[in-house]
């Protein structure tokens, strides 16, 4: 399950034509702090830059109201940040995930 994200992101990056060194800012939908770890390891993202606003675990275990709210807080980072292309990603109840690519422009 840690893992499931990475490819779940490497779709969704194809599919928008982009890499991750493309992406300025991450949000994740994740029920352990161990998926964000194993994400910026497999992907080269630097942690330091994923989850502006503290991940879903603040929120309390991931469910589909706290996964729209990392949405939002995606966009609003990338708005303050005068624009860019952010990527929200996380597990969907066991091995499964989803990704998706956004671009805010200012």
Known sequence: MPAAPVPATA??????????????????????AVNDIVFARETGFPLERMNTHGCSLVWGHPQGPTGLRAVIELIETLAL??????????????DSAMAM???VRA
């Open 101 to 103: 690519v956004i671009e």
């Open 11 to 32: 779709r969704a990056l194809d599919q928008a034509g982009l890499a991750v060194g493309n992406i300025d800012a991450v949000t994740s939908h994740n029920p352990f």
């Open 81 to 94: 940040r005068g624009g860019g292309r952010g990527l929200f990603q996380g597990c969907a109840a066991g």
